[in-house]
C-alpha cells in the first residue's frame, strides 16, 4: 500500500492542524494504522494509532487530550487532528500502516508515507 501524507505547515502555539493520509494501491481497511513523528537530532517516535476497525486508538502521553487520529474507509484515508499544538510538537510527521503491529513500535509498520513538516513557532 503506498501512503500520502499532507497536510502540515506552519502555526503558532495553541493552534490546530488537521495531517491527512490517502492510501493507494490497497483498501486500508485491514491495516492498523499509525503516526510517528522525528524532530532533528532525534529518534522517530510514535504519536498515535487506530486500529484496521477504527473502534480502537492509542496515543503517546505527550499528545493525550490534545490529538485526535480517525478513520474514513470510504475515502481510503486516516487523519490526525492536532490542537493545542506547543513547539515542541515540531517535527516531520510519518503515516504508516502495517497488518499486524505492536502500535507503538515503528518497525512493525510495513507501509510508510513520505512525511510531512509540522512547525509550531512559540
Known amino acids: 500500500v503506498q501512503l500520502q501524507a499532507s497536510g502540515g505547515g506552519l502555526v503558532q502555539a495553541g493552534g490546530s492542524l488537521r495531517l491527512s493520509c490517502a492510501a493507494s494501491?490497497?483498501?486500508?481497511?485491514?491495516?492498523?494504522m499509525g503516526w510517528f513523528r522525528q524532530a532533528p537530532g532525534k529518534e522517530r517516535e510514535f504519536v498515535a494509532s487506530?486500529?484496521?476497525?477504527?473502534?480502537?486508538?492509542y496515543y503517546a502521553d505527550s499528545v493525550k487530550g490534545r490529538f485526535i487520529m480517525s478513520r474514513d474507509i470510504a475515502k481510503n484515508t486516516v487523519y490526525v487532528q492536532m490542537n493545542s499544538l506547543k513547539p515542541e510538537d515540531t517535527a516531520v510527521y510519518y503515516c504508516?500502516?502495517?497488518?499486524?503491529?505492536?502500535?507503538?513500535?515503528?518497525?512493525?509498520?510495513?507501509?510508510w508515507g513520505q512525511g510531512t513538516q509540522v512547525t509550531v513557532s512559540s
Open positions: 504508516a500502516a502495517g497488518r499486524v503491529v505492536v502500535v507503538t513500535i515503528a518497525r512493525s509498520y510495513t507501509s
Open positions: 487506530i486500529s484496521w476497525t477504527g473502534s480502537s486508538t
Open positions: 494501491g490497497r483498501t486500508l481497511s485491514s491495516y492498523a
